[in-house]
């Protein structure tokens, strides 16, 4: 089991930048796959970015160049540095994580979200 708490949401004008923040319950480097998820008013959660327990990287192409996954092992904490939002930015960000048994089966934890708003 595994829980997972974000922070750092709030307000931001277009242009600005922010870097939110997701503590997990137990060791990060024991965990195959961490990342972020969000969810635009009105609209499906959405792939943001994600990091495997190795270091590889990925991207939806409409945060590419823009926003940057990173990790601290040492404080079980990954983030999300988020440059030149746009108010089609603005959604609930969630934090994920996800773990595979020697049997194939695949377990995956949500945080609980933190609220993004960039105004206009």
């Known amino acids: 089991q595994v829980q997972l708490v974000e922070s750092g949401g709030g307000l931001v004008q277009p242009g600005g930048s922010l870097r939110v923040s997701c503590a997990a319950s137990r060791s990060i480097s024991s965990i195959n796959t961490m990342g972020w998820y969000r969810q635009p008013p009105g609209k499906e959660r959405e792939l943001v970015a994600l990091m495997s327990s190795g270091g590889a990287r990925d991207y939806a192409d409409s945060v590419k160049g823009r926003f940057t996954i990173s990790r601290d092992i040492t404080k079980n904490t990954i983030y999300l540095q988020m440059n030149s939002l746009r108010p089609e930015d603005t959604a609930v960000y969630y934090c994920?994580?996800?773990?595979?048994?020697?049997?194939?089966?695949?377990?995956?934890?949500w945080g609980q979200g933190t609220q993004v708003t960039v105004s206009s």
């Open positions: 994920y994580a996800r773990n595979s048994s020697p049997y194939g089966q695949r377990y995956e934890y």
